[in-house]
């Protein structure tokens, strides 16, 4: 069984959405996951906001969702971190080096152009360099600041944009966002599963 944990900021809007569809998908599609949710700037027991529980109400997901903070346990207990923007990607690999390795934007897993997963495979390895660097003190090397700028210029938006005191059509645009990035995933999991 995979352990799935979804990153956004507060925990509120788009990580449960993301946890509830999650669920709900996985279920309908015969995929055995176990699904979290959780914020960088969480606090811990809060609702969801009105309008991201009544889309998930909308698409027949009753769960009660509360919001929790990102921890070093939920960090451990999850095979695979997909965070809802490029900056909880990088608050993740930065406060939680050993995550390096497990954690993406929902939408860039769910990509499949070759060119840009490379991409974003020598992102991801500039940005824990870096932060180890900067950790012990060491001065960021100018031609890993120039490649990390120029992989930056090259890669398309992998962000979902935050709803977080928008309206109800706002909520809506990112719920249909996460929908889809979700399908592609559960494609992606299933295909490595017959593989």
């Known amino acids: 069984m995979h352990h799935i944990l979804f990153v956004c900021t507060g925990n509120t809007c788009r990580s449960p959405m993301a946890e509830g569809f999650m669920r709900k998908l996985a279920s309908e599609r015969g995929v055995d996951v176990e699904v979290r949710s959780a914020g960088v700037a969480a606090v811990d027991g809060m609702s969801v906001s009105r309008h991201a529980e009544a889309v998930l109400k909308d698409h027949n997901i009753h769960e009660q969702l509360l919001s929790s903070s990102l921890t070093g346990a939920t960090i451990h207990w999850a ?26 934007t929902l939408k860039e897993y769910a990509e499949n152009d070759h060119k840009v997963l490379r991409d974003l495979k020598e992102l991801d390895s500039l940005y824990a360099t870096i932060e180890m660097n900067r950790s012990l003190g060491e001065e960021v090397h100018p031609t890993d600041r120039q490649r990390l700028i120029e992989i930056q210029q090259r890669i398309p938006s992998f962000d979902i944009v935050d709803p977080f005191g928008g309206s109800r059509d706002d909520y809506e645009v990112a719920a249909a966002d996460i929908r889809l990035a979700l399908e592609k995933l559960i494609d992606k999991i299933q295909a490595y599963r017959t593989q």
């Open 79 to 104: 095979d695979l971190i997909l965070t809802l923007t490029g900056s909880h990607k990088q608050h993740v690999i930065r406060n939680f080096p050993e995550s390096a390795g497990k954690v993406y």
